[in-house]
């Protein structure tokens, strides 16, 4: 995917949401959104030609407890949904997303539906998934 390609998706995706004046991606090749209680972030790698898209679950404070990001690879394992996209641990911000890889670039349309499933899947995983893998980690200390 080259990044003319790359802007086009974001852009498009980010005016379907109401986001009119976003620049999409910025000269480095980031781009984000906060649409509704979900938060996307984009990144065109120039090297490879893909575009990363990440829907947040969570933002921790400090490093993850032992056993929290093995919790979440498990649940992707056993088939929870994802929304398309895959379990990623950024450890420079300490957060977790649902990440997809494209290296070709998509109809618009898919590709905004690609987004909407990854958005309400990290919703989910914020919520419920969230909160049964910390149950998991509590349980296994006592």
Not at 109 to 135: I, P
Request: a negative charge; proline letters at 4%.
């Amino acid at each position: 995917m080259k990044i003319d390609e790359a802007q086009w998706l974001v852009q498009s995706f980010m005016r379907a949401h109401g986001e009119n004046l976003s620049p999409g991606l910025n000269p480095q090749g980031f781009g984000g959104a906060a649409i509704g209680d979900a938060q996307l972030y984009f990144e065109f790698v120039p090297n490879t030609g893909e575009l990363k898209c990440s829907a947040l679950i969570y933002r921790f404070r400090d490093a993850p407890r032992p056993g929290v990001l093995e919790g979440f690879r498990e649940e992707e394992k056993a088939g929870t949904d994802t929304g398309g996209g895959a379990v990623d641990f950024e450890q420079e911000s300490k957060s977790l997303f649902l990440s997809r890889t494209y290296t070709a670039a998509p109809s618009n349309e898919a590709f905004k539906d690609d987004m909407t499933r990854l958005m309400n899947a990290s919703l989910a995983w914020g919520e419920g998934v969230f909160d049964r893998v910390a149950d998991k980690v509590n349980a296994g200390k006592k």
